[in-house]
């Protein structure tokens, strides 16, 4: 299977799709496709911020600059050590 089928067989399979945001995410050609993707097939996108940047105006579009909108890695939310 071609890489590109795989990602979009991926995008279709599944209800949640978890975005690792970084400058390098960011700065991909490929993310926002991948994005607009599952945003247009009603999968629920889950930012999860690794670095303290907001998305470019490509990504934006879909997933808002909006802070409250983020897990940041760190955060008590992200974490796993519980209350």
Known sequence: MAYGE??????HSCRVMILVFSSKSNASPHIPKEIERAVSGGVAVIPFRIEDVLPGK??????????????????PRASNTGG
């Open 58 to 75: 490509s990504l934006d579009y879909f997933i808002g600059s909006d802070a409250r909108e983020y897990w940041d890695w760190g955060s």
């Open 6 to 11: 795989a990602i979009i067989d991926a995008i």
